[in-house]
């Protein structure tokens, strides 16, 4: 990309990237910031130089004055939203600006609509930010959106997080589009400690032209910029906070490389069972296939390649499929209930349910398969369990070097939750879950599962 300012490739920090677009000459525009105060806008004019770069910055924080300029939104904090203000934004730029500097600007739009965390802590931390420009004078816009989950604990913080990262995109976009490799990472610069996450990514324009959306979104897991990523069953990327919001969830996990559904009625039988679980479960729950980068039946992660085949494969029978780094269960209770409160089930097989309450994998917590436990089945979470031929039972737990000696189970016919037993002393756990149908059995249809 051509530049009126010289680029220091050194790394630098949001004052210094800040100043170094300020000092652009062909850097021109306006910053739209609804929420978390002006604190993109203020690290440019705290640099000094400004005036060279900011042709306007606002904020419309009520409502109905939001809607008079940017029109009616289903939910303030929203794609939806976001893209109605960088539209509007950066067509008052050409028409006002275009005229009598076009040749030599490229103007460009920095907006943003986030939530931040509230007086008392119960909502959920999170935005929208996007920048429209050109690459070069004259030349079509491009564009970067951003969903981002804000993790500070108070909203001074969350802000100031905000404020950086929005520095961050601009430079990325001004200078790094042509590398995602290097734009990606340098959007967290100087927001180390996982204090903002970013779990979709949407390019569009002709400086992205070419790019694999799906593959640009699992480098955000690669990258370390996300801990999920979802695609709905036409392999587009998801806002996980608009498909997840408020809605009861079924989620399966998997590596999902052989034939997927062995009970065709599983997903309907699994519906029905967390309708029955009460206020909120009448709703349609949303089904979707996790794939875990770290799945513990392999020593290494899987590739880009193996990831999309899954995707592609699992697209083709119609599943929205969520790509994760986490390797415990209860890490995905806990990113779940960001985005919804209703009824949530796990849908697993019986063979699972032995590891699920294995004391060895949790030895990095001090409550071991207790503290688990707590964090896994949160308020109206539930294992929804699928039946697994004793033979198959038994093969899974060898394939895993699980020792079958601390279990009791059928020697033939379906091995269920309920015919289960652990021998050693997390039976009496293991016990109160089933009798407390917090772990429950789905019946299904058995004979696609029995070997011919």
Not at 4 to 21: C, E, M, S, V
Not at 64 to 92: C, P, Q, T, W
Not at 122 to 129: D, L, P, Y
Not at 221 to 250: C, M, V, W
Request: glycine share 6%.
């Amino acid at each position: 990309m051509t530049s009126g300012a010289k680029l220091n490739t050194d790394p630098l920090d949001p004052h210094h990237k800040a100043l170094h677009i300020n000092l652009d000459p062909q850097r021109y525009g306006t910053i739209a910031e609804i929420g978390a105060g002006q604190e993109i806008a203020s690290w440019f004019f705290r640099v000094g130089a400004a005036s060279g770069t900011i042709a306007k910055s606002m904020s419309a924080y009520d409502m109905l004055v939001s809607d008079n300029i940017y029109g009616k939104a289903s939910r303030y904090v929203s794609k939806e939203r976001l893209i109605s203000m960088l539209a509007h934004e950066f067509s008052l730029l050409i028409e006002r600006l275009g005229p009598p500097r076009g040749a030599e600007t490229g103007f460009f739009t920095i907006a943003d609509t986030v939530s931040a965390r509230n007086f008392a802590g119960t909502n959920e931390s999170h935005g929208w930010i996007g920048i429209r420009f050109q690459g070069s004078p004259k030349a079509e816009p491009s564009q970067i959106i951003l969903h981002v989950n804000m993790t500070d604990q108070d909203s001074m913080r969350q802000s100031e997080a905000l404020g950086v990262l929005g520095v961050n995109l601009a430079y990325g976009a001004f200078y790094l589009s042509g590398d995602i490799n290097a734009l990606l990472p340098s959007l967290l610069d100087s927001l180390a400690g996982g204090r903002v996450e970013i779990d979709y990514i949407e390019l569009s324009g002709p400086l992205f032209a070419g790019l694999d959306p799906r593959l640009v979104t699992i480098a955000l897991l690669r990258k370390g910029l996300a801990n999920a990523i979802l695609f709905d069953s036409d392999q587009r990327p998801l806002p996980p906070t608009e498909f997840f919001h408020k809605r009861p969830i079924l989620l399966e996990r998997g590596s999902f490389r052989a034939l997927h559904h062995m009970f065709p009625d599983l997903a309907a039988q699994c519906n029905a069972k967390l309708r029955s679980f009460g206020e909120g479960a009448e709703k349609e729950a949303a089904y979707v296939l996790e794939l875990s980068l770290n799945n513990i039946l392999r020593t290494q992660q899987s590739t880009d390649e193996e990831v999309l085949d899954v995707v592609e494969q699992l697209s083709k029978q119609h599943h929205n499929i969520l790509v994760s780094t986490y390797s415990q269960f209860f890490h995905l209770t806990q990113y779940l209930r960001r985005y919804s409160s209703s009824p949530f089930g796990f849908v697993v097989s019986s063979a699972l349910l032995p590891l699920l309450l294995e004391d060895d994998r949790y030895a990095l917590l001090s409550g071991g398969v207790l503290e688990a436990s707590a964090r896994l089945f949160q308020q109206r979470v539930h294992l929804l369990v699928y039946p697994v031929e004793s033979k198959l039972f038994s093969s899974y737990l060898e394939l895993v070097n699980f020792n079958t000696s601390r279990i009791s189970f059928p020697a033939s016919g379906m091995v269920r939750a309920g015919n289960l037993s652990l021998a050693h002393v997390n039976q009496h756990l293991y016990r109160f879950l089933v009798e407390s149908k917090i772990i429950v059995d789905v019946d299904v249809d058995e004979s696609f599962a029995t070997p011919s």
